[in-house]
């Protein structure tokens, strides 16, 4: 079945530390790719996605993503994290329009 | 933010008693998604919809059905609720993206 693996459950930064969370999914066909942040207590907003074309995506506020297909990664990096990104990072894929598979969720702690 | 709401925001229930979660958009968006969200697990799929009365299971429906009378709404029962159903319910609908309601927190005891 397909699948989307996080390897990191949580990881706590001093803030304007870099920040790379990694994303890898287990099919070898076209997908789509996300990245989602869920501040506390709020619902899920998307920060990136990539969809075709140039592999290396900007989100919002500063993020940004490198989709590797030999590697099926599709890594979230942000050279310089604030406390305000303190949150959960849900990187999800689709395999076709209709399912849309998550991962686990990281944390992000970034301390003040 | 495309105009999800769910209904209750909270919940707490007895296990054995149905349950109905209601979603509402205002976008028109013709697809609809119910997840659930669970520590070490991220998101899952239950159910979605691709139109009125057009409805599909997702990763984990078992113990669940959906229905959908209305485009703008897309609703979620529990027929006999049991406590591994205690979760954050999200709805979802997609545009150009998937746009995610609030959520509603269910505890079953």
């Known amino acids: 079945a397909q699948s989307v693996s996080q390897h990191n459950h949580h990881v706590i930064l001093s803030e304007a530390a870099s920040l790379e969370l990694g994303c890898n999914y287990s099919y070898g066909g076209t997908v789509n790719l996300f990245w989602y942040v869920q501040y506390p207590g709020q619902h899920l907003q998307l920060l990136l996605k990539y969809f075709s074309g140039d592999p290396l995506v900007k989100g919002i506020k500063g993020f940004e993503a490198e989709f590797i297909k030999s590697k099926f990664s599709f890594n979230l990096r942000k050279p310089s994290v604030q406390w305000s990104d303190t949150a959960e990072y849900f990187c999800?894929?689709?395999?076709?329009?209709?399912?849309?598979?998550f991962g686990a969720g990281t944390r992000l702690t970034v301390k003040p | 933010d495309a105009g999800i709401t769910q209904s209750p925001r909270h919940k707490v229930t007895e296990t054995g008693t149905p349950v109905t979660l209601r979603c509402h958009q205002t976008?028109?968006?013709?697809?609809m998604y119910w997840y659930r969200q669970d520590p070490g697990h991220g998101l899952r799929l239950i159910h979605y919809?691709?139109?009125?009365?057009?409805?599909d299971k997702g990763e984990v429906s078992d113990g669940y059905s959906v229905s959908r009378s209305k485009t703008e709404d897309f609703l979620l029962t529990l027929e006999s609720a049991t406590s591994s159903q205690t979760s954050v319910y999200f709805c979802a609908t997609e545009g150009d993206e998937q746009y995610f309601g609030p959520g509603t927190r269910l505890t079953v005891t």
């Open positions: 919809s691709y139109g009125v009365k057009d409805t």
């Open positions: 976008e028109n968006h013709r697809y």
């Open positions: 999800a894929v689709t395999y076709n329009n209709n399912d849309m598979r």
